[in-house]
């Protein structure tokens, strides 16, 4: 059975992140977003965006636990999170994916 196209401008539904994971990507910055700003994360943040990564979509060590306001600012461009502060397992996946990935996160995020 086919399904209807998306409408301009529509965009694809993500996929609920299951609530252990949710759970342990918050442990891993003790619940404060990673960026240092010493707010409560209540945001999970991909690393390597899932419009151009989909398959990393419900892969944890793709995921950081943000604030609102820095998600929001970070996709806006003003300012960045800082590279320093994503987790080591961020930076393991983008070396096993490749160049590509690793260039994506020179790209996105900060000094």
């Not at 086919?2 to 409408?7: F, I, N, V, W």
């Not at 694809?12 to 707010?39: D, E, L, M, T």
Request: contains cysteine.
């Amino acid at each position: 059975e086919r399904t209807a196209p998306l409408a301009r401008g529509a965009k694809k539904r993500r996929a609920s992140i299951p609530q252990p994971v949710r759970h342990r990507v918050f442990a891993r910055s003790a619940g404060k977003c990673i960026c240092g700003c010493g707010g409560r994360a209540r945001i999970i943040h991909h690393a390597l965006e899932v419009n151009r990564w989909p398959e990393l979509e419900l892969i944890e060590a793709n995921m950081v636990g943000v604030t609102a306001s820095c998600n929001l600012a970070h996709h806006a461009a003003q300012p960045r999170i800082p590279k320093r502060c994503l987790p080591q397992c961020v930076f393991d996946l983008a070396r096993e994916l490749g160049p590509k990935a690793e260039a994506e996160l020179d790209r996105y995020y900060g000094p």
